[in-house]
């Protein structure tokens, strides 16, 4: 019971410490948009300048004629009532920014998820191989694959697959989440899940086929560090005192490996999880563009083009909110597994 307690009690002050830090990001966001070059009022025209009672209508309007800390004070208490404004850019003006989110969101996850599954799986197996079998073949090919991997432009190995397996071989679809009319009936906004809850496994297997090349694209660029830290962490562990000890009391070296210097492995991997999911949504950005994928990456790109202020904002927020829900989601798994945390 009091580890049940003494867990609450970490969660809950960790909780707690993500609220500041979710006040400094939105706050860096709101100031880093305020001083980067352009004036989202002129970009509202396509970079003609109309008259200056029609600029001075549009600010008042938008509420950009008021002091700054007038308008940070708009915007943070707007962000936490769910409103992230209108939309100002050519291709999405007058539409609500949480409206053009939540469109484009569960494309995002679904990649994500895909790339996070596709990263663990491989980085995990690789990693536990090399630092099981350090200094053999199997070593060295794997500490090879995580520094080519990890390096590799996602953009490039986005278009070597589409060529192979879109063009050549015809195995895949090369782009978008899907082909046709017939989408599943709209529960969670992820095709796969929404597939499922349909009970349309033809429909299931059409949502996989087009979410298995991003997902690769983007898990195996990750799975290079994952890989690297697994191997990293299981040389520690392979040759630690409580391993040892196994060993002495004739516990098989597959157990060894598994039940002892794996599970303490995992530690340092989880924790750097949260950073690892920051990454993953950069590289989503490429990965939905390379595959025309209509998410947030997409989104994003298109609103920098068109300098929708409120656009930028809105999706950057929702990234560093998922950032920080996620974060914090690691910590208290980390807890979990290694009590001696919450010391």
């Known amino acids: 019971m009091a580890r049940g307690r003494s867990l ?83 291709k999405y003006r007058t539409q609500f920014v949480w409206d053009q989110i ?20 491989v980085g995990l197996g690789m990693g536990i191989l090399a630092g099981s079998r350090r200094d053999t073949r199997v070593d060295v090919v794997a500490r090879l694959y995580g520094t080519i991997v990890w390096v590799i432009p996602i953009f490039w190995l986005g278009l070597i697959f589409q060529l192979v397996f879109g063009v050549w071989l015809r195995w895949l679809p090369t782009s ?17 899940v929404d597939s499922i809850l349909e009970g349309n496994l033809s429909h299931l297997g059409k949502a996989l086929s087009h979410l298995i090349l991003p997902s690769l694209t983007l898990g195996l660029v990750l799975s290079g560090f994952f890989t690297k830290t697994v191997r990293a962490s299981m040389l520690q562990t392979i040759v630690a005192d409580y391993s040892e000890a196994a060993r002495a009391r004739g516990v098989s070296e597959r157990r060894v490996i598994f039940r002892h210097a794996f599970r303490n492995a995992l530690l340092p991997v989880i924790t750097v999880l949260g950073l690892q999911f920051a990454i993953l949504f950069a590289g989503a950005v490429l990965t939905e563009k390379t595959f025309s994928i209509p998410g947030m990456g997409d989104l994003l790109l298109t609103s920098i083009t068109d300098k929708d202020m409120t656009m930028i904002q809105g999706v950057v927020v929702v990234y560093a909110t998922i950032i920080v829900v996620v974060s914090l989601v690691i910590d208290i798994a980390g807890a979990m597994i290694d009590p001696r945390i919450r010391l």
């Open 176 to 192: 978008g989440r899907w082909i046709g009319d017939d989408i599943p009936p709209k529960v969670t906004g992820l095709f796969t």
């Open 102 to 121: 939540a469109r484009t969101l569960p494309a995002t996850i679904e990649l994500s998820i895909g790339a996070m599954l596709v990263a663990s799986i």
């Open 8 to 90: 609450v009690a970490y969660a809950l002050t960790r909780a707690a410490l993500a609220l500041p830090m979710l006040l400094i990001l939105l706050t860096a966001i709101y100031l880093i948009l305020r001083v980067l070059p352009g004036d989202p009022v002129l970009a509202l025209w396509g970079g003609h300048t109309p008259p200056a009672t029609t600029v001075e209508a549009a600010r008042t309007q938008l509420g950009l004629d008021k002091p700054l800390w007038s308008q940070y004070w708009n915007y943070m208490t707007g962000v936490f009532q769910g409103k992230l404004g209108i939309s100002i850019g050519e």
